[in-house]
């Protein structure tokens, strides 16, 4: 009731900072950026984060209260922003946010396999998925407003919690529907704090594309194509150093 609206708020963005500095802290949570120099602090790019798992935490690190990254203006696309999550730079996930935020000069970090991608994910201890064959709409906000697409990879972040799906496609289903996960997760003594397990956090080059308003499938199809393989690099070049040189990433 008493808390500041504004995400601009001075009290709001210092209890923003000490969030994410401990939550950082806490895992912690290492971030790699493969060439800082590839960035502009002028230009707004569009990052393209995997995996979900049940909380993409990584996210914590690109978050603009950490100032980690070159980019002066950073916003976080999620499922759903409550006022502390505003605050962190988290903005509700939809296509009207998503193209005004890029227009208004904000660097967007989105994760295309969103809730969706749970229903994937397995207990294999050398396997993570990454849900984003059919999920192209992100690609083509990037070419409608011109934005570099940057691809994103957590390791380490299916760790953090424990997990269960229920067996009923039914549940799945209805699940779905509310846009709720499709898995009940917990952490430490059965509640929501995570366990605390080390994640790394690899940021890859743009990707840069040709403005167009009106992209074809074509031109979508093509951009997409070059995110996933510019993703798919990214996690085999980089899983030696993440320590899990066994890890098999299943795009589908």
Avoid at 56 to 74: N, R
Avoid at 174 to 201: C, D, E, N, Q, S
């Amino acid at each position: 009731m008493f808390a500041p609206v504004s995400n601009t708020n001075g009290w709001g963005r210092n209890v923003a900072r000490f969030i994410c500095k401990h939550a950082v802290g806490y895992f912690p949570i290492t971030l790699h950026v493969e060439d800082y120099d590839a960035f502009d602090p002028n230009t707004a790019y569009v990052f393209g984060y995997e995996p979900h798992c049940a909380m993409p935490l990584g996210l914590w690190v690109v978050a603009a209260p950490m100032g980690f990254m070159p980019l002066p203006k950073m916003k976080i696309l999620a499922s759903s922003a409550r006022q502390i999550w505003t605050w962190l730079g988290l903005v509700p996930a939809s296509r009207k946010n998503f193209s005004y935020y890029l227009g208004a000069g904000y660097s967007c970090a989105v994760v295309p396999g969103g809730l969706r991608e749970m229903r994937y994910m397995d207990h294999e201890p050398d396997s993570e998925v990454a849900f984003i064959r059919s999920r192209k709409g992100f690609v083509r906000i990037a070419i409608q407003t011109g934005c570099p697409l940057v691809p994103v990879f957590c390791f380490g972040q299916d760790r953090v919690y424990n997990w269960w799906r229920p067996g009923s496609n039914l549940l799945v289903k209805i699940a779905g529907v509310l846009k709720a996960p499709a898995i009940v997760f917990w952490g430490k003594f059965g509640t929501f704090i995570p366990f605390r397990l080390p994640m790394h956090v690899f940021v890859g080059r743009p990707i840069e594309v040709t403005k167009n308003n009106q992209p074809t499938m074509d031109e979508i199809n093509e951009v997409h194509k070059k995110f996933v393989m510019a993703l798919q690099e990214l996690f085999n070049k980089h899983k030696y150093k993440a320590g899990c040189p066994n890890l098999q990433l299943q795009v589908i």
